[in-house]
């Protein structure tokens, strides 16, 4: 899906036999993506500016932004996908069947180390074949040295960091993570109940009141969405409340303290260190490398840039 948009001819990097990266950038958006993968491959976006959101047919949303790692395998369970521009990170693209000997020679240097690629394709099906990773401390860890790199090393760095991940959801601490079956009707009552959560972001959402709506009792509630989502429901409406400032944040002039209402913080000071903790910069100066970003990619534009 991104690999076709990714980098221009040349730019990619062959770190092993079946795995390549670019550094991804699309200055203009939104820009719908093409729902489009080969079969048995796979896409890791180390997203550092901007955001993807991929549409599932059920109408529910995942959306990768900056500091987080946007897992793709299967695209058909998805309706629509887009990116929110300036789009900026490293592009990891994979072809399972190339990569296989470089993994098995990768474990092998490591003491045989166990990696279960079956239980991450299981992990990744009952996700829908998209998962977003972080923030997690891996993810933070993972950010924070690619920072520190050329910018000609963080292709190879983000394929290595994609092999750990891949051993990271092989673990069975990850397998119990896998979410039951669920019924239909549970099903719809957890999207309608999403959906109205996405649509009053500056009100306070308990799970009382969420269950309620759902017509569930509040361990059933709490227990199914996790299935569903992956994410409890206060992390998963924390993420949100983070992604919409962050959006807000690029899109408008409202002040820091305007946002943080709305998107449900009473305290400014709540706010900054929630986003922060998601983001790891500040409301003032994300919105600042939002502004230089723009006028990068302007300044680019009318000079004839191109991206890389």
């Known amino acids: 899906m991104l690999a076709e948009l990714g980098g221009k001819p040349g730019s990619w990097t062959q770190v092993m036999p079946g795995a390549r990266a670019c550094l991804f950038s699309l ?89 279960d690629t079956g239980q991450v394709r299981r992990w990744m099906a009952v996700r829908g074949g998209c998962a977003v990773e972080g923030p997690t401390d891996w993810s933070r860890a993972a950010f924070a040295n690619l920072d520190r790199l050329p910018p000609g090393e963080r292709a190879r760095w983000c394929v290595w960091k994609s092999v750990e991940l891949l051993y990271l959801l092989s673990t069975p601490e990850r397998a119990a993570d896998a979410p039951p079956a669920l019924n239909r009707e549970v099903v719809r009552a957890l999207a309608e109940t999403r959906r109205y959560m996405e649509g009053h972001l500056d009100e306070q959402l308990t799970i009382p009141v969420l269950s309620r709506r759902a017509c569930l009792s509040a361990t059933t509630f709490k227990s199914a969405f996790r299935a569903l989502y992956g994410r409890p429901v206060h992390t998963w409406l924390r993420e949100k409340r983070m992604e919409r400032a962050a959006e807000l944040l690029r899109r408008t002039d409202k002040s820091v303290l305007d946002i943080s209402q709305a998107v449900g913080f009473a305290s400014p000071s709540q706010f900054g260190a929630n986003f922060l903790r998601q983001f790891g910069v500040t409301p003032a100066k994300y919105r600042k490398m939002s502004v230089s970003a723009e006028i990068t990619a302007e300044t680019g534009r009318q000079g004839g840039g191109e991206s890389v």
Do not use: K, M, Y
Request: aromatic share 2%.
């Open 27 to 115: 200055e203009a958006g939104p820009l719908p993506l093409p729902l489009r993968l080969e079969p048995l491959h796979f896409e890791a976006l180390f997203c550092l500016s901007g955001s993807v959101t991929l549409t599932r047919r059920d109408g529910s949303t995942l959306t990768a932004g900056a500091r987080q790692v946007l897992l793709i395998t299967d695209l058909s369970g998805l309706s629509a996908a887009g990116a929110d521009a300036p789009l900026e990170g490293v592009l990891v693209a994979v072809d399972a069947r190339g990569a296989r000997e470089s993994l098995n020679t990768i474990c092998g240097l490591l003491g045989n180390l166990s990696l």
